[in-house]
């Protein structure tokens, strides 16, 4: 399961639970209620573990396949990457949009309609 799987994730980087939810700005209360399987995480919790400790995907949801995204590079550097000259602002959104699950893309695009049908360039 999905909360063994981010247990065992943070046992293999050594981290203690405020450490492991600190680098992902949520809290070792709700890593706490994960990882003994009170709470489900979201999808966009699930892609920011991914993103964050560069984690497979499948391995992360599935338990298959290698734990770890060996040299492939993480979306936050890839954004820092690419967007060297840009504020932080603006890096933080691209981050933001990447950790994105589809549920919250469809949210996304159904605000920005509704921004244009109401005459809003």
Not at 1 to 25: C, D, W
Not at 44 to 59: A, G
Request: hydrophobic share 35%; glycine share 4%.
């Amino acid at each position: 399961m999905v909360n063994e799987r981010i247990k065992l994730l943070r046992k293999e980087l050594g981290l203690s639970q405020v450490e492991f939810a600190e680098r992902l700005g949520i809290s070792d209360a709700a890593i706490s209620k994960i990882e003994s399987g009170k709470n489900t995480p979201a999808e966009s919790t699930i892609r920011l573990i991914c993103s964050t400790y560069k984690v497979l995907y499948q391995w992360l949801t599935t338990g298959e396949g290698e734990m770890f995204a060996y040299n492939e590079p993480s979306t936050d550097e890839l954004v820092d990457k690419y967007m060297p000259n840009e504020s932080e602002f603006a890096r933080s959104i691209m981050k933001s949009f990447a950790r994105l699950s589809d549920s919250e893309w469809i949210k996304l695009r159904d605000l920005i309609d509704q921004i244009r049908k109401e005459g809003h360039p």
